[in-house]
C-alpha cells in the first residue's frame, strides 16, 4: 500500500477525514513509543476506525506514519517551489530547505527519536531515505545548469540522501548538538552544484518520495 493517499479517496471528506484520524492518531503512538510495538488494534481504536477498516487499507501501524511524514516534508517542498518561483536566491533557498526539513524533524522528534533507538523500527530512517533519494534525484533531472556532475544521477542521490539522514541521526543522538549546527554541517556539505543549478518551474507534481 502507498503511503500517498491517491487524489480520488483524498477528494472525498468523509475519507480524507479518517485517514487524518488515523496519522495523527499513529503519530501521537508513535511519539510515545517505537511504531513496532504498536498494535493495530491500538491503533485503530485511538483513530476511531475498526480493525477492518484500518487493514482495508494499510498493513501496519507504519505504513500511516510514514504518510503523516511524508506529508509533512511535502509541505516544505512545496515552499521551496513557490520561493523558487519568486526568485529566491539558490544558496539562501537551500538554507531555507535545509532548516525547513530540520523543523519537521524536529516536531517528530519523538519519532524519530523512538526509531533511531529501537532497531525493529528502522523502516522509519528507510523511508527518510527514500524521500530524501526522490527529491535529490528530482532536482537532478530537472536541474539545467552546466555544473550538474556528469554522474550517475541515481547513485548521487543515494550518497545525498544517506548523508542527510546520517546527519539527522547524529543530531538526534546528541543532545549537545542543536538545530543550528544540524543545519550549519549540512550546508558546509552540500555540493556547491546543488545551490548553483538552475531548475525550471514545475508542471506536475514531484517525482516519487
Given amino acids: 500500500m502507498s503511503p500517498v493517499d491517491s487524489a480520488s479517496e483524498s477528494a472525498d471528506p468523509r475519507v480524507t477525514c479518517t485517514v487524518a484520524a488515523r496519522q495523527r492518531a499513529v503519530v501521537e503512538l508513535a511519539s510515545r513509543q517505537p511504531v513496532s510495538r504498536i498494535t493495530v488494534a491500538e491503533l485503530a481504536e485511538r483513530a476511531g476506525v475498526t480493525r477492518a477498516t484500518f487493514c482495508n487499507r494499510y498493513s501496519t501501524p507504519l505504513d500511516p506514519l510514514i504518510a503523516a511524514l511524508h506529508a509533512g516534508l511535502e509541505t516544505g517542498h512545496r515552499l521551496e517551489d513557490r520561493r523558487r518561483a519568486e526568485g529566491c536566491p539558490g544558496p539562501e533557498l537551500l538554507r531555507l530547505a535545509v532548516t525547513e526539513v530540520a523543523d519537521h524533524v524536529e516536531r517528530f522528534a519523538g ?28 532536482h537532478l533531472t530537472r536541474a ?21 539522514a546520517g546527519a539527522i541521526k547524529a543530531w538526534l543522538s546528541d543532545p549537545s548538538t542543536t538545530k543550528d549546527d544540524l543545519v550549519a554541517a549540512t550546508l558546509a556539505c552540500a555540493p556547491a552544484w546543488w545551490a548553483a543549478a538552475e531548475l525550471p518551474a514545475r508542471t506536475r507534481g514531484r517525482g516519487p518520495g
Avoid at 144 to 164: C, E, K, M, N, Y
Fill in 144 to 164: 539545467t545548469s552546466a555544473d550538474i556532475p556528469d554522474a550517475d544521477h541515481r547513485v548521487i542521490a543515494q550518497f545525498l540522501a544517506h548523508g542527510f
Fill in 111 to 138: 519519532v524519530y527519536r523512538h526509531a533511531l533507538d529501537d532497531p525493529a523500527d528502522r523502516g522509519v530512517y528507510d523511508a527518510l531515505i527514500r524521500h530524501f533519494d526522490g527529491y535529490a534525484l528530482d
